[in-house]
């Protein structure tokens, strides 16, 4: 992991990037292999521990393993490190009204979806390294830059369960108090936004970022819009009755497979009583997931589609349900694979398109294969299953090399869906 460190910074001082709004920024690193995104930043002061976690979208509480990476040991602790006592003011902000205690700290959980269950731990506070952008001679300039009173906590190796060894545990950017970017905007003062530019490799030598604060000014001129809708029932593993979801949902109204509209009950993009059914947005889902009817429908559609471009189809490849001959597709320098065009008409606005009421997020073949082999391409979808609790999971895969903003201030997810058709990549970021 030295010599990763090692390039990621060489990568993250070499980035040069007109900036507006966009004022503190973490990197985003992928590991292809288990296709989870994570970032790294140092925590405590002085020693300072560098610290490798997952973006988790949809968590309450930041966490990590603190023994495995020597945090804070009893004999060269962080001076700067201390515990939020239990019933507190803080602590009920940042676990909520059945906060508990854990040896007269504030406790919260510790776990993942993958997790086998959930681990009571207390939460801490720390100070953290970021960085932060200032505009110099038409150049983005990077400087360390530290954020006091991070909250986190220390868990064992219980919740380690499906998240990639390159990492000890998840940072949260949920729409909770304690998330990164909650903490950020009130320390700092900056817009209540946050923007993730996923990269589709390390290997490769390019890196994302999140964006804390604005977007750069060079992205946010082709963004669509669309409005974050509220799922009234919680999504969360741990929840109190009556709580509303912590996740990003927003509202699509359509599929479209090369302008052809795929059928299927429009009640699946509601929510239902339960708050069963609508669409999230997730960075742990490597790929985007359908319920059954709506993956079927777009299979249909796109494999008549890819026919008639005479794409070649093959035998599936789990986890895929349409997959092709490589060969029989044509490669683009700017969409990536010729395919059929997916895509999601949304409720909200496009400064694109003619049309500002019906914007599209558009799904070009650099986001919708995924190449399995030298031989074969399968189609980046995932069949959900018939009881799926949300019925489309946008996925990482269908998020990369695109920018895709989280403006809080607004209420709205941005998106720059349009960057490959354009030639360029929010995540074009070189080492030298």
Not at 55 to 76: A, E, M, R, V
Not at 188 to 207: H, Q, V
Not at 402 to 407: K, M, Q, T
């Amino acid at each position: 992991m030295a010599s990763t460190l090692t390039l990621l910074l060489l990568i993250i001082f070499s980035i040069s990037l007109h900036v507006s709004n966009a004022t503190f920024v973490l990197p985003i690193l992928k590991d292809t292999k288990n296709s989870q995104y994570f970032t790294t930043f140092l925590v405590g002061t002085p020693p300072s521990t560098r610290v490798y976690l997952v973006i988790d979208l949809s968590n309450k509480w930041s966490w990590f393993t603190c023994d495995l990476y020597g945090y804070n040991n009893t004999t060269n602790p962080s001076i700067t490190s201390y515990n939020v006592p239990c019933n507190s003011r803080k602590c009920e902000r940042y676990a909520g009204q059945g906060n508990f205690c854990v040896d007269d700290k504030c406790g919260v959980y510790a776990y993942t979806r993958w997790s086998n269950g959930l681990y009571a731990v207390a939460l801490h506070q720390d100070t953290t390294t970021l960085y932060k952008l200032t505009q110099q001679n038409s150049l983005a300039q990077l400087t360390k830059t530290s954020l006091p009173h991070f909250p986190f906590s220390c868990a064992d190796k219980g919740p380690l369960k499906g998240l990639s060894p390159y990492t000890k545990g998840v940072i949260t950017l949920a729409k909770v108090p304690n998330s990164f970017h909650s903490q950020i905007s009130s320390t700092f003062k900056t817009p209540r936004k946050f923007s993730l530019c996923l990269p589709t490799s390390f290997s490769r030598g390019y890196n994302g970022a999140i964006y804390f604060g604005g977007t750069p000014n060079y992205l946010s001129k082709s963004l669509i819009t669309t409005p974050f809708i509220v799922n009234p029932n919680s999504t969360a593993l741990i929840y109190s009755i009556g709580e509303a979801s912590v996740e990003y949902f927003i509202k699509v109204t359509s599929i479209e497979v090369d302008k052809t509209p795929i059928r299927f009950s429009s009640s699946l993009l509601s929510f239902d009583k339960n708050g069963i059914g609508g669409t999230k947005i997730s960075t742990l889902d490597p790929y985007t997931v359908l319920h059954s009817s709506i993956y079927k429908a777009l299979i249909d559609v796109f494999v008549s589609k890819a026919t008639a471009m005479k794409m070649t189809r093959v035998a599936p490849v789990a986890p895929f349900g349409a997959c092709f001959n490589a060969k029989s597709v044509v490669n683009s320098a700017k969409t990536g694979f010729n395919v059929p065009v997916i895509d999601m008409i949304l409720d909200g606005k496009s400064s694109l398109l003619h049309n500002k009421n019906n914007a599209r997020w558009r799904i070009y073949g650099a986001n919708s294969m995924v190449k399995v082999s030298d031989d074969v391409l399968c189609l980046g979808f995932v069949d959900g299953g018939l009881e799926s609790r949300t019925s489309i999971v946008i996925g990482g895969k269908q998020m990369e090399d695109n920018l895709v903003e989280f403006d809080l201030e607004s209420n709205k997810l941005g998106i720059t869906s349009s960057l490959l058709r354009m030639g360029t990549s929010c995540s074009n970021f070189k080492g030298i």
